[in-house]
């Protein structure tokens, strides 16, 4: 009797295939295999990134300022640094207790470096911190997702609070006329942006989710899904960490307020005598060319 042919055997399922991030899988993957390559890519941007920046005059500003002056304002970001790691680092930790500060420190600079080269230095690296938890200790990714989301939210909280005063500023210091408003008025649809986290805190806390339920009217689908289960995780860390939410908002405002006093350093050490507001509003041009990916400042 002639043998039946045997059925084929079907390759064994890759594990996280269906994940939404597993695109940055198989990324992660080949940054280990090519560190060469991606130390090339690294040169290049950074290439790409100082071609147009005056090195010459940056030089000569640099030289005016005594050694002391220079320590004290690296002194002074790397605690800005360390306040934006806190904030997400206690959202992290009430969630799981085990993970450490200072791995999350590292990976927070690096998020940075990714965020500078992308559209928008506001955002870009947010899928490497979710790939730092999920591999790092063993999170899953739709609750380190959810971290991600608690620390952008906070993240632009703070940045509103920033606006409020920046436009201030520019009003005390007589930048724009009373009848020459249009640059102030222009910010209007950044002020609307930049509202929807706090009213976003609060649905969440109320157990609404706003974003999940705009997406279902549209589809379904295993992102919509995901993107749903987020967005509740980071409900139910409002509602069963309000101590942690409430001290990372502080952090998050202590944070902010660094980078202003960071730029009146500088503006003392270089000799400029500005007012307070005139500060302020100096500080909130360059800030606003930083916030959005538009040319301004």
């Known amino acids: 009797m002639k043998d039946l042919p045997s ?19 198989a990324i992660a993957a080949r940054v280990r295999a090519r560190p060469v390559a991606i ?9 790409f990134a100082l071609r147009n920046a005056p090195l010459i005059d940056i030089w ?11 320590f004290a304002l690296l002194g002074l970001n790397v605690i800005i640094y360390i ?25 927070r600079v690096a ?4 965020s500078y080269f992308t559209f928008g230095p506001q955002v870009g690296g947010e899928p490497l911190q979710v790939l730092v938890l999920q591999r790092n200790y063993g999170m899953t990714y739709t609750r380190a997702t959810s971290t991600v989301v608690m620390d952008k939210l906070l993240e632009f909280l703070a940045n509103l609070v920033l606006l409020g005063v920046g436009l201030t500023a520019i009003v005390r210091a007589d930048i724009f006329s009373v009848n020459g408003l249009g640059p102030v008025a222009s910010l209007v649809g950044l002020l609307a942006l930049l509202l929807w986290p706090p009213i976003h805190i609060i649905l969440l806390y109320h157990g609404k989710y706003p974003i999940s339920a705009v997406l279902r009217k549209f589809s379904n689908n295993k992102f919509v899904r995901f993107v749903a289960a987020s967005e509740r995780m980071a409900g139910t860390f409002c509602r069963r960490h309000l101590w942690a939410l409430v001290s990372a908002i502080i952090i998050s405002l202590f944070a902010a307020l660094g980078m202003v006093f960071e730029f009146f350093c500088i503006t003392s050490f270089l000799g400029i005598h ?3 507001w005139q500060i302020i509003a100096a500080w909130m041009a360059g800030w606003l060319a930083f916030l959005v990916p538009l040319p301004g400042g």
């Open 83 to 107: 306040l934006v790691t806190l904030r997400w680092w206690l959202i992290v930790h009430a969630e799981k207790r085990d993970i450490s500060f200072l791995p999350l420190l590292a990976a």
């Open 60 to 70: 000569g500003t640099l030289r005016k300022l005594h050694l002391w002056q220079i």
């Open 7 to 25: 059925s084929p055997t079907l390759p064994p399922r890759e594990e996280g295939r269906n994940s939404p991030l597993s695109l940055w899988d």
């Open 274 to 276: 500005l007012s307070l």
């Open 39 to 47: 130390y090339s890519l690294l040169a290049i941007l950074l290439y």
């Open 111 to 114: 998020v940075f470096g990714v």
